[in-house]
RNA sequence: GCACAGGUGGCCGAGCGGUUAAUGGCAGCAGACUGUAAAUCUGCCGCUCCUUGGAGCUACGGAGGUUCGAAUCCUCCCCUGUGCACCA
């Protein structure tokens, strides 16, 4: 009796949300392989920590590894924290700067930290491209970059794009896709995963592979997650992006700020509901059975109580209730601690609440606090209207009533 | 190396000596409406300081220069693209 389960029952859950398996015979054929011989498949997927933190359009294929894992095959989380050096040309039409070596350390530790709130810690290979890729001297670089033609690199779309545009491509770019094959020779994965962004990168491995004489790499590619605007890809510096590590309020009033379109996308690909069942909530709605909000609603807890306790995630909802349906600032909101000498407060004066608005992240800068201060948009509570000055304080240590600008309200805790 | 074309605020893109923090579009933010959806309408959309209105500073690749005055003219430099040359 195999380890593993059936074969079939393998793809139906591997299929799921992949837009493309390249090719999908081989892998029934190395998932028949895997159960005759009990040796679990190689999967990788190679993050590069390029940002600081892990959003949900990183799970998308943190989850496809997950499910290669609950099957039993052995997973390796691949940090590029080398061609983060490069940084990956994709959807980029500008060539990236270089990260620092300490950026990107500080960046690999948080994606180690964060990236087992999905996978399984103790079944997982965590690896660093450093290691090889640190040790192919020029030579060695030579011989891996000689499988490889211009003409082939130019191919790939993004290259394509900016040599018609006649902007402006770095030599050095060029060498990201073979990097991140190399990745695989090294690895001598027999899957590997990635965006269909990515397919350019993932074929290089495959190619690679082959003249390493190595068995060419499966590969599964899972859709693109938009962000929150619904159009461009979801990422931090488009500031579009839900973070897997904000706190639970921030993140559920994110997920119910989604487009209804947008929100069948996030089921399908944040979720582990079965895809006919999506399909089936899609038709109620579409039949005027359902409300989009209350399934927006159980799509946003869904994806919270993933990352935390039932408890965080209905007090996450109801807040999100209070302040949103009835339109009213929740006595209980984040509190931030503000000293007294940051927003230039003293005793018996009035507050400047442009400066307390920055440093409680409300604002982004003071210039802009006075502005939106001056359209009426501050909200402080318990009082009636939308003020427009000071507000007058007893002394420094104290609490300052909750005070809301946009979509966010937050109480400062003032030393 | 030579020639030509370019480098403007998050992006695109006007402006080519002075009502210019710099037209317009996109994106973004806030408000109204709503389901914090979509659509629509309105305002904002460099920073800092005093403050219901002002003041100052910074900004058109970089450094100088001409001028009462420059994103706009001149010089040098840097960067990008294209073509040519070089590849003994």
Same mark, same amino acid.
Do not use: F, N, S, Y
């Given at each position: 009796m195999s380890k593993f389960l059936p074969v079939d029952e393998q793809m139906d859950l591997l299929e799921k =949300?992949?837009?493309?398996?390249?090719?999908v015979s081989d892998l029934r054929e190395r998932l028949e392989d895997s159960r005759k011989t009990g040796r679990p498949l190689r999967v990788k997927a190679g993050f590069d920590p390029t940002a600081p933190d892990l959003h949900l359009g990183h799970t998308v294929l943190m989850r496809k590894l997950r499910h290669f894992q609950q099957l039993g095959h052995q997973v390796i989380f691949l940090i590029g924290d080398f061609t983060s050096l490069i940084g990956?040309?994709? =959807?980029?039409n500008v060539t990236r700067k270089p990260l620092t070596l300490e950026q990107i350390q500080t960046n690999a530790a948080t994606y180690k930290q964060q990236v087992f709130k999905i996978l399984d810690e103790a079944k997982t290979e965590v690896r660093y491209n450093s290691e090889w890729l640190g040790k192919l001297d020029y030579e060695g670089t030579i011989r891996v970059t000689s499988h490889f033609t211009v003409s082939q690199m130019l191919e790939r779309d993004e290259f394509h794009k900016r040599f018609q545009a006649e902007q402006p491509i770095s030599l050095?770019?060029?060498l990201y896709p073979v990097m991140q094959g190399y990745d695989s020779v090294a690895l001598e994965c027999d899957v590997e995963l990635g965006g269909t962004d990515q397919k350019f990168n993932l074929q290089c491995g495959r190619d690679l592979q082959r003249h390493y004489g190595q068995k060419p790499q499966i590969i599964l590619m899972t859709p693109i997650l938009e962000g929150l605007d619904g159009v461009?890809?979801?990422s931090k510096s488009l500031n579009n992006a839900i973070g897997i590590n904000e706190p639970p309020q921030e993140m559920y009033g994110k997920l119910m700020s989604i487009s209804d379109e947008l929100m069948w996308k996030y089921w399908e690909l944040l979720t582990d509901i079965p895809q006919s069942e999506v399909n089936r909530l899609r038709n109620e709605v579409a039949n005027g059975r359902q409300h989009p909000m209350a399934l927006k609603t159980l799509l946003s807890q869904t994806i919270v109580s993933g990352f935390y306790s039932m408890e965080e995630t209905l007090k996450a909802a109801h807040d999100w209730g209070t302040m949103h349906r009835q339109n009213v600032i929740p006595d209980d909101v984040e509190r931030v601690a503000v000293s007294a000498g940051e927003v230039g407060w003293e005793v018996n004066k009035p507050i400047r609440l442009d400066k307390l608005l920055v440093a409680m992240g409300l604002a982004p800068s003071n210039s802009e606090a006075q502005r939106k201060i001056k359209e009426g948009a501050l909200e402080v509570k318990g009082v009636g209207d939308r003020i427009k000055l000071y507000v007058p304080l007893e002394e420094p240590p104290c609490e300052m009533p909750p005070l809301r600008l946009g979509k966010r309200a937050k109480i400062a805790v003032i030393s």
């Open positions: =949300g992949a837009t493309e398996i390249v090719r990956d040309p994709t =959807g980029r050095h770019e060029l461009q890809k979801m």
